[in-house]
Structures are given as C-alpha cells and as structure tokens.
C-alpha cells in the first residue's frame, strides 16, 4: 500500500480539529497545527513520495505553509518575517538545485556546426 499525499494532507487537517472539539486546544492553536502539520507533512512528501522534477515545489510550499503556522501563534511582524525567510529560502534552493540549461542559440549553433554541409 503506498501512501499519497492527499492523505496525509486530510490528516493534518482532519486531526487537530478533532482535538479542538474533544476542548484540549483553542481555535488558534488549531490552525497552527493545521499549517504546521500541512507544512511538514508536504517537506516529508518532497523527500519521500514525489519524483525528483516535482520536488522543489513540495519543498517551497512545506517551508512556507509551515512558517505560515507562525501567524496563529506569534505577534504578526514575527510571522511576516518568517514568511519571507521560507520564500528566499525557497529561491535559494531553486537556484542552488536549477540544472543550468543551454540557451537555445548556443543550442541551435551547436546543431549547425555538427551536422555535415
């Protein structure tokens, strides 16, 4: 049986409700550990169950789902500044794991030069 991540996804979300209504948690808390968990449950996913070209989105979406959890939890400029680390963060690893492509020109003379005349 292999696990998805949708269902994983509706366990983050699904869980801490039941808390909340069982009254361990306040309202707040709860969607902290929403985020939280959406967050780290999507970083797990970008490592364990998505191929290697869909990973960078997992990995951007679970650092800022899971500094957005920070909002419910922290005063908001504390929050916000978290948010913006985990996008530079997130555009620092797009561009330290970015394959470096050849620009189609270069491309397209290198065709020309090997092909015979």
Do not use: C, H
């Amino acid at each position: 049986m292999k696990l998805a991540y949708g269902e994983g996804a509706l366990v983050a979300i699904l869980a801490p409700f039941v808390v909340y209504l069982i009254g361990k948690i306040n309202l707040n808390e709860t969607f902290f550990l929403v985020f939280a968990l959406l967050g780290i449950w999507t970083l797990v996913s970008a490592f364990a169950l998505v191929t290697q070209q869909d990973k960078f989105p997992y990995i951007a979406w679970g650092l800022v789902l899971a500094s957005f959890s920070s909002v419910f939890i922290t005063q908001i400029q504390y929050a916000v500044a978290l948010i913006i680390l985990a996008i530079i963060a997130s555009l620092l690893i797009n561009v330290a794991t970015r394959k470096s492509q050849p620009k189609t020109s270069q491309v397209k003379m290198d065709q020309n030069k090997s092909s015979p005349a």
